[in-house]
């Protein structure tokens, strides 16, 4: 096998094994073929049906799809349908309500649980506190919390009443996440006094304070749960404790449905340009999508399953498969704060085997990490209750997926015995734009293949096309597009239209453009090979290389910056930035690290990049578009490649000499 880390046609076109589900697994299974021969027999139909099936509506819908206003699709548009209703008061109606829905594990070790009675308490509890505070339907209200339980309470109190959460990630910056309170124009700010990094208190207020120093915002209130205890400035005119609002509201709160077209949610994403853009997600589709998905893909039995979706709530991963689609399908699941190796490098196999969890659902980048750590840890737990094992975020490489199979899949308890039947692994292709699984094995129909996504999910139409837009045969390459319209798909960019039709809509008539490319196998499965834009994958998490860039130019240190990504064994690709200087820095400072820090301020910590290399010319066409290609070549340590159209030949020798220095 190759010993490259992220996949490309070469590598993959090497993979030939392939795992039958066990038929004890296939006989219990939730998916089953006869799924994927429905929604191709009708495809509207079987999402009417997964709409019925998965959500409780308050007004049925009589029309599915409405596509007269392409790209904008409308799903069920006349149904009415409350989110959090559906997440809480309807289990709690049905006397689920003393079954656990949240296990959380705060990183020093604290612990609490909400069965669905509590949960749907608290919920009623922020809806009512949040009216109070003026916040209406339609109203945004902006997020920064860590992962506690706040966080899914602040978002399901949003959806009951119809606000529009808008989550920003807890590492993103001061200025980061006033751009996005400003685009959104968001009314109430949710955050916490901080929260724990590494066994030490991490703090976000502080950048809230510094996000709304400046005059000119929306918020009228920000609301301040106590988590870490920490020192905080207060702002008598604009903060709040939740704990003397939310706690003390009143624990009644009814529900209503509120049309299936009306917005759940602003999440912003990095694109090829500057500015991020706030995807929207409306209600019925999406949530259908999610909970069916959710159902499907891990082979969910809410009655006996522990699930465990490890992302940040601040991500689509952690909206879709944290707060919406667990609660909704009635699921118990556990929430963690902290960091995989605090206190210790066995912390997560330690809650797996603590809570029991029945399925987890993580990154390829924190599998590379635990490989790296040596499988002497996880062999040291427990892990015998997994059964099913989801990977999502980015490509997985057929060695992290092997390793994840045989070291995490085949644990029997910590006596060293092993499964007879590895469990499944569904590796889940989708993006915040798409709100849910779109390509995803199930678990027990599927033969699954170390590194690739392999097939659309019931309902779902995609395909791999050439330049041209024409579909390509087995075994051939091309980008990854979605031929017909599907429920959980964003509705546009908030404030701007005429970019979400550019973005998605332009490259391929009639076609949605994922941005990634894809290849068909011998079989037509499918597997995924990255962007093929100027989007970056970080452990999972997505860059702009042109955010970035204006970034660095911003600093008055640099007149021009180039950035690209390049292949990290362990984080899949690093950021790594060429910079001209305008100005000689002063005599002794760190020019590197001035920048690294800059950019950490200016979008987040996320955003350093690894390595920034000072350059005196960047690697231009004639018509002066860098030549990224160039480089990664360089940024990966290859031998640079074809430079012939380049306007100045000589420019890769000038910076090959300046790394030499
Ligand atoms: C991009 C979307 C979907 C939630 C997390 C990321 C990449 C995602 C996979 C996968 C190969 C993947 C794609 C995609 N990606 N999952 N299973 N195999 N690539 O959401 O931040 O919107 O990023 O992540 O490049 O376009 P996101």
Redesign the pocket.
């Known amino acids: 096998m190759s010993d490259t880390h992220t996949p490309t046609l070469d590598n993959l076109s090497h993979e030939t094994r392939s795992f039958a589900p066990s038929a004890e697994f296939a006989a219990n299974a939730i998916g089953s073929s006869a799924q994927y021969e429905a929604a191709t027999a009708d495809r509207l139909g079987y999402w009417a049906d997964q709409a019925r099936k998965t959500l409780t509506w308050d007004t049925d819908f009589t029309e599915v799809l409405d596509w007269s206003g392409a790209p904008v699709a409308k799903w069920f548009a006349d149904g009415k349908v409350n989110a959090a209703y559906n997440a809480l008061d309807r289990h709690v109606e049905s006397g689920l309500g003393d079954r656990v829905a949240i296990h959380f594990e705060g990183e020093p070790g604290d612990t609490r649980t909400y069965t669905y009675a509590q949960l749907t308490t608290a919920v009623k509890q922020a809806a009512n506190a949040f009216e109070s505070l003026g916040v209406a339907k339609g109203d945004r209200v902006a997020v920064y919390l860590p992962m506690i339980p706040e966080a899914v309470i602040t978002m399901l109190a949003c959806a009951r009443i119809g606000a529009i959460h808008s989550v920003v990630f807890g590492g993103f910056s001061a200025d980061a996440l006033r751009s996005r309170i400003d685009d959104a124009q968001a009314k109430l700010v949710v955050t916490a006094d901080g929260t724990w990094r590494r066994g030490k208190p991490s703090a976000l207020k502080p950048a809230v304070d510094e996000a709304l120093a400046k005059e000119g915002h929306t918020v009228e209130n920000v609301l301040v749960v106590k988590r870490n205890g920490q020192d905080v400035a207060w702002n008598d005119g604009l903060d709040k404790w939740w704990s003397e609002t939310i706690d003390t509201a009143d624990v009644e709160h009814t529900a209503v449905g509120h049309e299936a077209e009306h917005p759940l949610f602003v999440l912003y994403?990095s694109g090829t340009t500057g500015k991020p853009k706030g995807i929207i997600h409306t209600t019925g589709g999406y949530l259908t999508q999610a909970a069916a998905t959710h159902r499907d893909t891990f082979d969910l039995h809410p009655e006996s399953d522990v699930f465990w979706c490890t992302a940040d709530i601040g991500?689509?991963?952690g909206h879709s498969y944290v707060t919406y689609a667990p609660l909704i399908n009635g699921a118990t699941q556990v929430m963690y704060e902290g960091t995989p190796d605090s206190p210790h490098q066995g912390r997560w196999w330690e809650i797996i085997e603590k809570y029991g969890v029945t399925i987890l659902y993580t990154a390829p980048t924190a599998i590379r990490t635990f490989m790296k750590w040596g499988r002497q840890i996880p062999d040291s737990y427990d892990l015998s209750s997994l059964r099913v094992l989801g990977?999502?975020?980015?490509?997985?490489n057929p060695e992290a997926w092997m390793w994840y199979r045989d070291v995490i899949g085949t644990n029997n308890g910590k006596n060293g015995e092993r499964k007879d039947h590895p469990t499944p692994i569904v590796?889940?292709?989708?993006?915040?734009?798409t709100g849910a699984h779109m390509i995803a094995p199930l678990p027990g129909v599927t033969a699954t293949k170390p590194g690739s996504?392999q097939t659309p999910v019931p309902g779902i139409t995609v395909d791999v096309v050439d330049e041209m837009g024409v579909s390509v045969g087995n075994g051939e390459g091309g980008f990854l597009v979605i031929r017909d319209p599907w429920p959980g798909m964003l509705r546009g960019i908030w404030g701007d239209m005429d970019r979400y039709k550019d973005t998605y809509w332009s490259r391929f008539e009639g076609m949605y453009f994922?941005?990634?490319g894809a290849k068909k196998d011998e079989d037509g499965d499918i597997w995924?090979l990255?962007?093929v834009d100027d989007v970056m994958?970080v452990s999972?998490?997505?860059l702009s290389t042109t955010e970035i860039e204006s970034s660095l130019v911003a600093h008055p240190y640099v007149a021009e910056a180039a950035v690209v990504g390049a292949k990290d064994e362990t984080t899949g690709e690093a950021v790594v930035a060429f910079v001209i200087l305008q100005i000689e820095p002063e005599a002794g400072e760190d020019v590197v690290a001035t920048l690294r820090n800059h950019v950490g301020k200016d979008i987040g910590p996320i955003a350093k990049p690894r390595h920034i290399l000072v350059v005196p010319e960047l690697p231009k066409t004639r018509s002066g578009k860098i030549m990224r290609r160039l480089l990664k070549d360089v940024a990966e340590g290859r031998e640079v490649g074809d430079a012939t159209t380049l306007a100045d030949n000589t420019v890769m020798t000038q910076i090959a000499e300046s790394m030499r220095k």
């Open positions: 994403t991500w689509v991963t990977s999502v975020g980015e490509p997985i590796d889940t292709w989708w993006q915040t734009e996504a994922a941005g990634d995924l990255g962007r994958n999972g998490h997505r």
